[in-house]
């Protein structure tokens, strides 16, 4: 058990963006920023003893939703579910290459036998339990959702007491705070005032999920999550709990 945000956790789900897998304007992998995810992921288990499952995003690589306007939707998301596996594997390689215990293992929502295990709650479960890392790649398996959608559900299925979200803002704030000078930072954020206030936290499936089942979500930014993982209080905390500002 480990304490942040005044909350206690036993299993973590980190939605990692794909942006977590490179430098700030830059496309595709950059290994050694990988490497320095994994150092913090590592470094974050051996002082929590946290169990760990990751989704990993794939937008360093291809969203869907950037395809031209003649793709075929579908195909494009699964064009986009693919990166998020090749995301995947590159963790996987990495966390198990700096960790000798090799623990970090990379489950697929969509088969790809040659390349990693296909995803099954029981046996993910049974890993969480012996304290190996499961990263989840290929999304939900299905086109028109978001990998913020598979962290939702599979934290909901496989027990976990929090996400942990990297984002491209440092929280969550009362407007655009590119727009508006006046903007405020949400230290404590209720789930029906994200909601009333049209706040975004998550795409709207993940969020109703989160909600239903009251996981909290911690919303940061992607490049401060080695400082999350190191205990500093930053983000957003979207809870059941009392609106709090910073
Ligand atoms: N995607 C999908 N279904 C899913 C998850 C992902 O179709 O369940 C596709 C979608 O095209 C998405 C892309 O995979 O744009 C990459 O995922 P996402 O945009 O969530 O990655 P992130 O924003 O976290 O980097």
Excluded: W
């Excluded at 209720?190 to 709207?204: C, F, G, I, P, R």
């Excluded at 499936?205 to 239903?212: E, G, K, R, S, Y």
Aim: charged share 25%.
């Amino acid at each position: 058990m480990y304490m942040t945000h005044d909350f206690t956790f036993k299993r973590v789900m980190i939605k990692l963006t794909g942006e977590s897998f490179n430098q700030a304007n830059e496309k595709g992998l950059n290994f050694d920023v990988v490497d320095a995810v994994s150092r913090g992921l590592l470094e974050m288990r051996e002082r929590t003893g946290y169990e760990m499952a990751i989704v990993v995003g794939g937008g360093n690589l291809y969203r869907g939703r950037e395809a031209n306007t003649q793709v075929d939707k579908a195909t494009a998301d699964y064009i986009g579910m693919l990166a998020t596996i090749m995301n995947g594997l590159a963790l996987e390689e990495s966390i198990n290459r700096l960790d000798k215990k090799r623990t970090a293992i990379l489950m697929t929502a969509i088969q790809m036998n040659a390349v990693a295990e296909t995803f099954y709650r029981k046996t993910a479960l049974a890993r969480l339990e012996k304290n190996r890392i499961v990263i989840l790649a290929g999304g939900t398996s299905s086109p028109f959702f978001t990998t913020d959608s598979a962290a939702a559900l599979r934290a909901a299925e496989l027990n976990c007491n929090i996400i942990l979200k990297c984002s491209t803002t440092d929280g969550v704030y009362t407007s655009d705070p590119d727009q508006n000078s006046e903007a405020q930072k949400y230290k404590y954020l209720n789930y029906q005032t994200a909601l009333e206030k049209h706040l975004k936290v998550m795409d709207s499936n993940a969020f109703a999920i989160c909600q239903n089942e009251k996981i909290p979500i911690l919303v940061f930014k992607a490049e401060d999550l080695g400082r999350v993982l190191g205990g500093e209080k930053l983000g957003t905390m979207v809870a059941d709990v009392p609106d709090e500002m910073f």
